[in-house]
């Protein structure tokens, strides 16, 4: 079994991410190979709440530039968690 830290980066405070957190769902950054029960477990462990759902997408990375050569930043997935009613994730901004 994998360390938490290691399935759950950051709680991401984006205008979609701010938006969602009104309803109990905030959206955390996972890594790629995290499923869906070890991300339940990983945010009731770190965060302690209880989660009622979650819902996982996987990102593709844009092509960058730098000068004459192209590039590709790395792949990426995402989850919207949603939480029990009343309870909420602490967020440091």
Do not use: C
């Amino acid at each position: 079994m994998r360390p938490v830290t290691n399935i759950v980066k950051n709680v991401r405070m984006t205008e979609k991410g701010a938006r969602l957190a009104e309803s109990d769902q905030y959206l955390v950054d996972v890594a790629k190979d995290a499923n869906k029960i070890e991300i339940r477990n990983a945010v009731e462990k770190l965060f302690e709440v209880k989660v009622k759902k979650v819902n996982t997408i996987s990102q593709h990375g844009k092509w960058r530039r730098l000068g004459a050569r192209t590039g590709r930043k790395p792949d990426w997935k995402k989850a919207v968690v949603t939480v029990e009613k009343g309870q909420k994730i602490e967020v440091k901004e």
